[in-house]
């Protein structure tokens, strides 16, 4: 009797082709499966007997991680692993794997984009000249990037190529992390200050947090009232890093003077959002990952990292190490 392909499992997936994935799959001798699950019954029905799940938003709970006993690893799409319970998959003897540096320059790229729009007022000046004024006071004032001060919250990977790219256009940088004591500087050469000056300095502020308990609305009311009144701002990371109620104020009251969002709250971002009233927000629809070169990469590496643990691997990519250690007696390579 010919012995059965062990099988990975693409819980979700909107990239219209897995080619990439089924490649991968193949070669190291699996059966893909694709299934297009949003809730954790859906994700524990297409998943039984697989060795590993590869998600994009679908969740992965206590719940799942229970009904699945045979799974050894699951990946996602991406840096976050906010839609993972890891603590249940650590407690599960299952790896947790991300992608955390395929978008690096395309995200900092599209947050560039977005903070060099509003540096030089395109969105009014665009919107001015479609209704037929070619007034320039609609973008005022506007300032060389010499004379401009470009906070980085957050001083990760794509943070400091953030950071990187506004040095070279001529900005003074500055940022915060708490990996770094404020006066200090990182390894890239950013000059690092604490989180109420960065505040209170940045002409613009671009911000490059995970959402965690502990970031979620971070960017509340307090802290738009310690910004520079006309401060700039440009999210790229998580929509939940910043309170959206408390942006919409800021913009009403004009603490705020601009915003490039690429992330929300609720996504897709509703046609009713409070924030679509204000000419002076500019919209991308959680974009900021995406080139072609990106995105055959983390198709390409999001399934190698799963299936190397499989195959008993080390996989830098593992959030939660512990979980190989954890693995209940018995659990082991599954080629």
């Known amino acids: 009797m010919q012995q059965q392909m062990p099988k990975v499992v693409i819980t979700d997936c909107d990239h219209g082709s897995v080619d990439i994935e089924r490649g991968v799959a193949e070669r190291a001798g699996y059966e893909l499966v694709v299934a297009n699950c949003t809730t954790e019954a859906e994700v524990v029905a297409a998943a039984q007997g697989a060795a590993a799940i590869l998600t994009q938003y679908a969740p992965v709970t206590e719940q799942v991680l229970s009904a699945l006993p045979a799974l050894v690893a699951v990946g996602r799409y991406g840096v976050g692993v906010d839609t993972v319970d ?10 947790v794997c991300n992608v955390p540096d395929y ?21 009014a000046l665009d ?16 300032h060389r990037f010499s004379a401009t001060t470009f906070g980085v919250y957050g001083l990760g990977l794509i943070g400091e190529a953030t950071a990187r790219k506004a040095r070279g256009l001529g900005m003074r940088v500055i940022g915060t992390d708490p990996r770094y004591a404020a006066g200090s500087s990182t390894p890239d050469g950013t000059e690092v200050v604490s989180e109420a000056d960065l505040l209170a300095e940045a002409d613009l502020l671009s911000l490059h947090l995970p959402l965690l308990p502990q970031t979620k609305h971070l ?5 738009f009232a310690g910004m520079k009144p006309g401060v700039k701002i440009v999210n790229t990371c998580r929509g939940g890093v910043m309170d959206t109620a408390a942006l919409v104020r800021a913009l009403s009251s004009g603490i705020v003077a601009g915003a490039g969002l690429d992330v929300f709250e609720e996504e897709p971002l509703p046609l009713s959002s409070a924030l679509l009233q204000f000419e002076q927000v500019m919209v991308t629809p959680h974009a900021a990952w995406y080139s072609e070169e990106s995105f055959t990469e983390l198709k390409r590496r999001a399934m190698e990292n799963i299936l190397n643990v499989c195959a008993g691997a080390a996989v830098p990519n593992t959030v939660n190490a512990a979980a190989l250690a954890a693995r209940p007696a018995g659990m082991g390579s599954h080629v």
């Open 86 to 95: 890891v603590d249940a998959a650590t407690a599960h003897g299952v790896a």
């Open 103 to 123: 978008g690096t320059e395309d995200v900092s790229d599209h947050a560039i984009a977005h903070a060099v729009a509003l540096l030089r007022g395109l969105p």
């Open 127 to 142: 919107t001015a000249l479609r209704r037929g004024s070619a007034d320039l006071g609609v973008a005022r004032p506007l």
């Open 219 to 223: 960017i509340n009311d307090a802290a």
